[in-house]
């Protein structure tokens, strides 16, 4: 399974989701690329999209791309906050739904 970190998501972060190929949006290129677009080009190479974003299902029509999308919900964005949730994170990655939206929260 193949996991891209959205680059408002700490890159260190990657180093929590232990047994995936993980990449971040920077890494890819795709940095600056917006959420639509992105969605777009992640479907070709990743299974999951994680992200903080917790507009993004109200911004985007998430069922036409063939992606898992999986949100965090901190207080914050770093890594601090997040890591956290890293456990969660890697509970539901195998059962999350491509086109819909998976929350992890504390």
Known sequence: MRILLDECIDRRFAREIIGYEVKTV???GW?????GKLLA????????FVTVDRNLSFQQNLPQFDISVV???APSNSLAALKPLAAKLLVVLD???????TIVAE
């Open 26 to 28: 920077p890494q890819m």
């Open 31 to 35: 940095a600056g690329v917006k959420n």
């Open 41 to 48: 080009l992640a479907v070709e190479e990743f299974d999951v």
């Open 71 to 73: 949100v965090l919900q």
């Open 95 to 101: 059962s999350a739904s491509k086109g819909q939206v």
